[in-house]
């Protein structure tokens, strides 16, 4: 049997999150549908993890065990001609046969973007969080930094995380200003030390507990409102209380970015198909 | 009567186009309705022109005359709640009285969108026409220099147009490339002098035919893919015959970019109203 990876990216808003469930529009559901209609089996997926309703994904990475003769160069161009528009099969490898997109990840990335404006972008209003009035780049980045290492990440993990440990490895928790949006001349004054602009959160670490990102996201975005002071995520993180982080912030703005699953396929892309 | 223009950003994918047709939705007939919700009265709205089914806009601008007494810098954020998301008014003006958004534009920028990579961008999907194959950037940035000055644009214009006069001035016409993307190895020696990338094609003019950017688009993807030299653009130009030029090309990548009515608002940009 083979053993194939993917690269999937999808616009979360339609789907009932990743994992397939009865009567559920699924990511996972589409794509067994989709290998069915293309392979004539009935195939089990593996993701890298679940996402949740309407959360969206650059980099998910699946596997599955099939014994079709699909080449992998033509495999992508073949299912995505399956798939609906809001799923894209970005790249197929041959994969070892005892990886496992679940268990054998280094780190997993997420972004959540933000854009911080006086009205929303109609353009990306899908997958970035609207926050009309100008926040603290700088606080807010200074914040962040408190969560990097190894920390107990109860106070921003659901009750309904189901976890024995909730300790995890941040490796990377930074802010990117992507645009910085001009202030008009009557309005600086209003907000010493805000910006406006669109900014992407990026969280990297070892495993996430259920709505972690999306914590971490609303706390910090109360250091950027000036509610909370940077030094505050040191103690809600210390205090391993979830009632001390803010509420969780809406799932929309949220992407699966990346996965990092070391030199597990080698350095060979899979080739293009076109002639 | 006041006369109050606008700034309108709307994604036009679920829209029958900008102008008022009995039974379908239209952005003309979405933004007459929140005023109408707004103010309690039947107020027509006058675009700087149409944009057709699945046309986006950035910068669409409206004027319309009313008595109500909404201040200016309130009005924004009051119709933006009336709106569907999909519809955002970014700014608000007082307009002189003279002031009609059809008659009154000294130049108007369409933007045409392209990605050319293997798969589509999942989320820019609706905003962009994906191009599996690469281009030749430099010589549709080439071609596209022949349409720039006063000319006569019958071969860009559909048959249906009903304009007594085709000539229009260009002011404006070139490629922006926005990201290159990167060959595979394997990949490079098929498509000499092609390149991957998004990239966009600028057009400002002092008017357009129907569907002139998008058949000025289409042609100039029939350059960058070798079917077309960059000087068969002048000699499709010269021949004034519309079966010269390429097929009309998708909706769903042209966007209405700008408006340019010179100092018409002065440089009094609405006030913001957060508190």
């Known amino acids: 049997m083979r053993n194939i990876a993917m690269i999937v990216s999808y616009d979360g808003t339609n789907y009932s999150g990743f994992q397939s469930q009865p009567g559920c529009l699924t990511i996972q559901g589409e794509l067994e549908k989709a290998l069915f209609v293309l392979t ?145 001349d009557t309005d600086a004054w209003r907000y010493p030390g805000k910006q406006r602009g669109r900014i992407h959160l990026y969280v990297k670490g070892n495993g996430f507990l259920y709505n972690m990102v999306r914590i971490i996201a609303a706390t910090v975005i109360l250091i950027g409102e000036g509610k909370l002071s940077p030094s505050d995520m040191a103690r809600i993180l210390v205090a391993k209380d979830r009632s001390q982080a803010a509420p969780t912030a809406a799932p929309h703005a949220l992407s699966l970015w990346a996965l990092d699953y070391g030199e597990v396929f080698g350095d060979k892309p899979e080739t293009p198909d076109e002639a």
């Open 40 to 184: 004539g089996q009935h195939i089990r997926v593996n993701g890298s993890g679940r996402t949740d309703a309407g959360v969206h994904a650059k980099g998910q990475v699946i596997n599955f065990r099939t014994d079709c003769g699909i080449p992998v160069e033509r495999f992508a161009l073949a299912i995505n001609a399956r798939l609906p528009g809001d799923i894209v099969v970005q790249s197929v490898y041959e994969a070892p046969q005892e990886f496992h997109a679940r268990h054998d990840p280094k780190s997993k990335t997420y972004r959540y973007s933000i854009l911080c404006s006086r009205f929303a972008d109609v353009f990306r209003r899908k997958y970035e969080l609207h926050h009309p009035t100008p926040l603290d780049f700088a606080a807010m980045a200074k914040g962040l930094e408190h969560l990097i290492g190894e920390h107990d990440f109860s106070s921003f993990a659901s009750p309904k995380s189901t976890k024995s440990s909730h300790v995890r490895t941040i490796y990377e928790c930074r802010l990117e200003v992507e645009t910085l949006l001009p202030f008009e």
